[in-house]
């Protein structure tokens, strides 16, 4: 029960992945960026003074009455675990006196996974040939940076929606549709290491669970699933010898949710968990603390436009039009 909050109250939270300048002739998949540096000091400028930040563990304490969570509470979260969120976004968040809550995929930082994404970009920046056909995903140009990018963007689309299985058997083909070598160790030093993540944690940072793989929980079995979820968990519990209350779900949209998964949590000892839905969260009795709505950034955002994604009557006309319930 909840509903000692203000029924009025309402928990915003933000999506960032990378805080990098993406330039013209670097070849990655620029949907996991969020800002450039510039930007993303001018977003955590803005939000300090407008808005107060907490974290889960503020919220865990709220729900258990142990505190009252101030007006205009904001969550700032990042996914994955990036280099660039230690080197570039945790100076900017010191400076101005913010917290933040980095999701781990502690398989991503231990140097046993590289994200199905990255490996796709990474064969795209290597391949010389000037053009590619991947039969079912299409043809595509491939003689300039802009070429390739957007043959990461429309490829990374169409891989999407396959099971983790079926993902990795086809980006091994197009490595060799592309000339390289299946075989080449394609992991590079592009996530934090655990002692960024130990350094940032004394300084006050949060850290919540992503799985050790990144996998499509929903896509597994209740035994990987399981494990995904209580592995990722202990990992980090291990390494920063503090409870682990938060979780966010790889490709956290509604349809890769069940309560299967949300039993999981429940029983591994998360507390709360986030989706990647539109919205802001209600504080009330009927908020379920297992799909919470965030807000996502990127970086071709305009300042006007990143201030209009924290507006409730914005986001909810948004949400409206895509429904068709405006008319």
Not at 89 to 105: D, E, V
Not at 123 to 130: C, H, N, S, V
């Amino acid at each position: 029960m909840i509903s000692f909050l203000d029924n009025h109250n309402k928990l915003r939270v933000l999506t960032y992945h990378r805080i990098i300048d993406p330039t013209d002739d670097f070849i990655q998949h620029r949907g996991v960026i969020s800002a450039i540096p510039e930007n993303f000091e001018r977003q955590v400028k803005f939000l300090v003074k407008n808005y107060n930040l907490i974290s889960f563990d503020h919220l865990k304490q709220a729900v258990n009455a142990e505190i009252r969570l101030p007006k205009r509470p904001l969550i700032i979260t990042f996914d994955d675990g990036y280099k660039d969120n230690y080197t570039n976004a945790f100076p900017i968040l010191q400076k101005y006196g913010a917290s933040a809550t980095f999701f781990l995929t502690t398989g991503f930082l231990d140097g046993c996974n590289t994200p199905w994404w990255d490996g796709l970009a990474r064969a795209l920046q290597k391949t010389t040939i000037p053009k590619v056909n991947l039969g079912i995903l299409g043809k595509y140009s491939l003689n300039s940076p802009k070429d390739k990018l957007l043959t990461i963007s429309m490829v990374n689309r169409k891989l999407k929606n396959m099971d983790d299985t079926e993902r990795i058997q086809k980006i091994e083909w197009i490595k060799s549709k592309l000339g390289i070598n299946t075989q080449e160790n394609d992991r590079y030093n592009q996530f934090m290491s655990w002692d960024n993540i130990m350094e940032m944690d004394k300084e006050g940072m949060q850290f919540g669970a992503h799985t050790v793989t990144h996998c499509n929980l929903t896509k597994e079995s209740i035994k990987v699933a399981k494990r995904e979820i209580i592995e990722s968990k202990k990992r980090i519990e291990e390494k920063l010898k503090k409870d682990i209350v938060a979780f966010c779900y790889p490709y956290g949209y509604k349809k890769y949710l069940n309560q299967d998964i949300i039993a999981l949590l429940r029983k591994s000892g998360i507390f709360c968990a986030v989706s990647t839905d539109l919205g802001i969260n209600t504080l009330n009795d009927k908020l379920n603390l297992y799909t919470l709505k965030r807000i996502g950034i990127d970086y071709q955002d305009s300042f006007s436009k990143f201030k209009m994604k924290l507006n409730e009557f914005a986001i909810n006309f948004y949400l409206n039009i895509r429904k068709g319930d405006y008319l």
